[in-house]
Structures are given as structure tokens and as C-alpha cells.
């Protein structure tokens, strides 16, 4: 453990401290994985282990869970998650055009979802449930509707600058 402490650093002991505050119960295994991603922004493999020898699961159960809930991540995020909805409101009015535009944007290479940054993840969603704004994003909690490649243009611009200002 000793080692693991060191690799992790303060974040790994706020694991320790959430299967403390969780009595390393394993039918909190949800709750746990929800803490635990929220100070990594994922679910790191080394820790998903470590979770699952204190809880006394297999490694299998623990990633299990993590791909069963589509909330769980096992690659890092940007700070600014972008979902653009690609259900069948938002695909006929271009959405496929709007995922173009923040892949050229933002240089995404073909399987790539995060930029080199680390600023930016870029994800498609069958459904946002806000057809009435197609085509839709998000980007974290802020929601944009009937986006054009231009609108798209100019939220990159905008979230680009505050990044540049608050550097």
C-alpha cells in the first residue's frame, strides 16, 4: 500500500477515506465509484483494483459496474465536456455537421475524444431530452440550442478565451 499512497498522492488517500466513510461495504460500490470519480474526473484501473481487493469483489465486478453505468468513465475528461445530441431531431438538423466543426476545432484525431490540453472532451449522446432546441449541446451543465457551425465557432472561441484569462 505504501507504494500506492506515494503514486497517488492525496488523491489516493481520499480513496482510502471514502472506503472508510463507506465501511468497505461492497454494496456501496456505486457510491464509492461516484466519489471516487469525482476527485479523479475517472476511474483510474490502479484504483479500481484497490477498490476491489478493500471491498473483497473481483476486479471484474468493480469494472463491470463501471461499464454498466454509462456515467462511469475509464478515460480522463476534459474540464469542459461537450455532448452534442445526435437523436433523430438533432441529426436532422445537422448535428453531424456541429461534431464535425468541434472536431476540426478543437484537432481532434479520429478516436480521439480529449484534447492534448485536457481541456476539452468531445462526446456524442443519442438523446439530451431538449428536441425543441435541436440541434442541441451541452457543455457541462450549460445547455445551447439550435447551434450552427458558427454558433459552434464562436463557443470554442469564448470557453478558449476565459481559459486564456483566468491562466
Known sequence: MHNNVQEFGTKFENVCAVLERHKCNPHMLVPIL???QSAYSYLPADV???VANALGIT????YGVATFYSHFTLEPKGKYVIRVCDGTAC???KSTEIIDT???????AE???TTDDNLFTLEEVACIGACGLAPVITINEDVYGAMTKEK????????KEEEAANA
Open 152 to 159: 459552434t465557432l464562436e463557443l470554442v472561441k469564448k470557453y
Open 91 to 93: 441529426h436532422v438538423r
Open 111 to 113: 478516436k480521439q475524444h
Open 34 to 36: 461516484q466519489e471516487i
Open 102 to 108: 468541434f472536431k476540426a476545432e478543437l484537432k481532434l
Open 48 to 50: 479500481m483494483n484497490y
Open 59 to 62: 476486479p471484474g465486478s468493480v
